[in-house]
């Protein structure tokens, strides 16, 4: 059992302060950091002002209340701040069962230094379990959800990743190549946890996983399996990827699958 602890805390007011596992941004409140961020907490001071720099990109999401949920992963605590007001401010199945593979086949995915882009990143649970076991992670969501996936990034990486995570806006199938254009971004690892659900941007999902595997890319989807519409989504999926189950996990209902695109 991968989750640490699941007992809800009392929902936190906006206002409050949110505990969280680094000292720094509660420093950072109370004015002890400077504006370049060299000041405060002892470490790197070039890796605090890059964090601070990025998370001080994206205004605070403006959900009305927060819980906090506990995981352990790759021998870390793990803080998440959640909210229920939000599909992509709470953590789903695939995200706890793709972290599990994660965690579980470190060596054989050879994580260490790799890039990796995660689509649909929620609350950022898997991008901060990849950059723990030391990849290179850009994390990228719709606009509304990225400060609070910034938020959970910066709290649980800055002492404890080799590289610091990056989050981007990614909305599935528009201006990919304005914003990640092929000859600049390339990524060894797609990583997707329950991005397939009733929404109707299915075919721009598929887009743009499509987009941004290239040669040598390995995309690792994890959905729950609930609607018919999931299956027609997984038929469409193999017609244009090499796929393989990895993993399933009955009690959740998750399947676990790589695809490498077909290039024939
Ligand atoms: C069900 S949540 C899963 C979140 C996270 N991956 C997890 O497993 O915990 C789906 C995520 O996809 C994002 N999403 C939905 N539609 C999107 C779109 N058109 N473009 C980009 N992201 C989208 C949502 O904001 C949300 O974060």
């Known amino acids: 059992m991968d989750v640490y602890m699941s007992s809800k805390q009392q929902p936190q007011s906006l206002g409050e302060a949110p505990r969280t596992p680094c000292s ?33 990109r994206f205004v605070p999401t403006n959900y009305a209340s927060y819980t906090q949920e506990n995981y352990l992963y790759a021998g870390k605590k793990i803080v998440i701040q959640e909210s229920i007001e939000s599909y992509g401010a709470v953590v789903w199945p695939g995200a706890t069962a793709l972290c599990q593979y994660l ?38 969501d719709l606009p509304d ?37 092929k000859s600049t971004f390339y990524y060894d690892y797609i990583l ?34 609930r609607f018919s519409t999931d299956y027609e989504f997984l038929d469409k999926f193999k017609q244009v990827f090499d796929t393989t189950l990895l993993a399933e996990f009955p009690e959740s209902s998750v399947k676990l699958f790589k695809g490498i695109l077909k290039w024939d």
């Open 24 to 56: 720094w941004l509660e420093a950072e409140k109370k004015g002890a950091l400077q504006k370049d961020g060299t000041e405060g907490p002892p470490g790197d001071s070039s890796k605090i002002k890059l964090s601070l720099q990025s998370h001080q």
């Open 192 to 225: 997707a946890s329950d991005v397939v659900y009733h929404h109707y941007f299915l075919d721009k999902l598929l887009t743009t996983m499509v987009y941004f595997c290239q040669p040598g890319t390995v995309l690792l989807w994890a959905n729950k399996f």
């Open 145 to 181: 959800v990225l400060g609070n996936l910034q938020y959970n990034l910066v709290t649980n990486t800055l002492k404890c990743a080799a590289h610091l995570p990056d989050v981007k806006e990614l909305v599935w199938g528009e201006d990919l190549e304005h914003n990640f254009p």
């Open 103 to 140: 965690e579980e086949h470190t060596e054989d995915l050879n994580l260490q230094d790799t890039k990796i882009l995660e689509i649909g990143a929620g609350p950022g649970l898997v991008s901060i379990v990849a950059s723990i076991l030391g990849a290179q992670v850009t994390a990228t």
